[in-house]
């Protein structure tokens, strides 16, 4: 066994495979929330992401994690972030146990989370999580030897959404300091945005809010960037922070969180992005999705050259290809 996590340190076995591993800083780590990263640790991650994506660039895939093996556990849907895993792990030359479907797996039998990972880190060397209830991964990560990476944990976080999209402010912009990045949409039960908020507070920015009052910024989250002493600002439509904009972070009404369909309706559909919108934005601004959209970014902008939204997936790719190489002790 190469690895024993005991009450959230680290022993690596004495007998390694590999002598690096040891001292690579993130090695056995979990990924549960952004709140783990310090500036320094982002830079370094970026320039982890930054070489992947030469390297997948140059040779497409190479063997940095041969031998090693992904379990994808996924209680909730995804598309990009389950197949970005997948992707990342094989082109570092490694292989994934996909659980995307909780249904068929024995969750359906009444099987707990704690055993779950049990079960799957018997196979697997790391364990991507997906779960509707805030704190799962780190309920997982208690139980695991091997390491937990947080993929969406209900309405709490996201963190890895938030490297990437970090990474891609960085990657399209050049910088974060002295940006004003506005939100728009579900800020109440988007994760993504959470988790955004807070690395950003990192930085020197400025953060405008617009959401409807009802899927506004939960309170707590802005008392804690307020802490920080960033700059915040509440709207609920988009006409005065928008000329101010560098990156405007779209997100889709979470209809699947609400507990009463008349609430869901009475704010779907509160924004679309559209050509005309952009004609007040700047011309070196970006614009950003987590994805998928369901209507908050007409079709039309897809051409324009500030929507990032593709490009944003594909700088997830490099992202998570550094993580796995980080958890596994080979960055
Ligand atoms: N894909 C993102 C998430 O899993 C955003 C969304 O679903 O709206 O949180």
Redesign the pocket.
Known sequence: MPLTKTNGTITPSPHLPFGDQQTAPWYGKDILSVSQFSRSDLTYIFEVAHEMREMVARIGAFDLLKGKILANLFY?P?T??SSSFTAAMERLGGSVIPINEVRYSSVSKGESLPDTVRTLECYADVIVL?HPEVGASALAAKYARKPIINA?DGIGE?PT?ALLDLFTIFEELGTVDGLTVTMLG?LKY???VHSLARLLSLYDVKINYVAPPIVAMPREIIAEIDRKGIPQAEFTTLDRPLPETDVLYV??I?KERFSDPDEYESVKGSYVITPATLQAAKQDMIVMH???RVGEISMDVDDDPRAAYFRQMEYGLFVRMALLAMVLGKA
């Open positions: 909730e995804s990009r972030t997906r969406g996201h959404q579900d988007g994760r993504t997100t889709r979470q987590p994805l998928p």
